[in-house]
T-cell receptor
Framework: GPKVLQIPSHQIIDMGQMVTLNCDPVSNHLYFYWYKQILGQQMEFLVNFYNGKVMEKSKLFKDQFSVERPDGSYFTLKIQPTALEDSAVYFC??????????FGPGTRLTVL | GDSVTQTEGQVTVSESKSLIINCTYSTTSIAYPNLFWYVRYPGEGLQLLLKVITAGQKGSSRGFEATYNKETTSFHLQKASVQESDSAVYYCALGDRNYAQGLTFGLGTRVSVFP
């Protein structure tokens, strides 16, 4: 079936640095999402993005977070600056109709 | 807020036996949420297993079934006879009609099927 890819699979950075997580969504999908999962906890919604704009974001989507999809390429999540509590696995998802979301395998982010 | 509860973190079952994974939900903002089961097989991303968007209806896929029970606010996943290939982590999730806040997930249930 359709696949969402995420690059890199693992990222280790020092606190205070900037990090960009990349997502290659399904080609004809229109809606894009980021979720965050801390070890041992539920996967939680961060943000959804449609038509070049953030549509909704949760309280977890801090001011240090930003998303974009320049020129229909990768859908990215940027964190600047990073904090220790940003350590988690970040999942990207895309959808054509918002009903069925297709998820990537996740990027494990470790902030030291 | 909204929440999804899966009471079993891990289930071990023998091949050809039946399986049931419990899921209950709570929502303060959505009268009739859409309900989902997602599955993550080893080394793969999360995949939609089945969805039901109407209370009282049953969804089915790959031999799995789940019925949307509004009275008990439950959406348990069942399979009559499991195979080793069903070993995976199963997640129950809910979403509102507009999916404005994305999906709300349970913690997941790891199913291990032994031959």
């Amino acid at each position: 079936g359709p696949k969402v890819l995420q690059i890199p699979s693992h990222q280790i950075i020092d606190m205070g640095q900037m990090v960009t997580l990349n997502c290659d969504p399904v080609s004809n999908h229109l809606y894009f999402y980021w979720y965050k999962q801390i070890l041992g906890q539920q996967m939680e919604f961060l943000v959804n993005f449609y038509n070049g704009k953030v549509m909704e974001k949760s309280k977890l989507f801090k001011d240090q977070f930003s998303v974009e999809r320049p020129d229909g390429s990768y859908f990215t999540l940027k964190i600047q600056p990073t904090a220790l509590e940003d350590s988690a696995v970040y999942f990207c998802a895309s959808s054509f109709d918002r009903v069925e979301q297709y998820f990537g395998p996740g990027t494990r982010l470790t902030v030291l | 807020g909204d929440s999804v509860t899966q009471t079993e973190g891990q289930v071990t079952v023998s091949e050809s036996k039946s399986l049931i994974i419990n899921c209950t939900y709570s929502t303060t903002s959505i009268a009739y949420p859409n309900l989902f089961w997602y599955v993550r097989y080893p080394g793969e991303g999360l995949q939609l297993l089945l969805k039901v968007i109407t209370a009282g209806q049953k969804g089915s896929s790959r031999g799995f079934e789940a019925t949307y029970n509004k009275e008990t606010t439950s959406f348990h996943l069942q399979k009559a006879s499991v195979q080793e290939s069903d070993s995976a982590v199963y997640y129950c999730a809910l979403g509102d009609r507009n999916y404005a806040q994305g999906l709300t997930f349970g913690l997941g249930t790891r199913v291990s099927v032994f031959p």
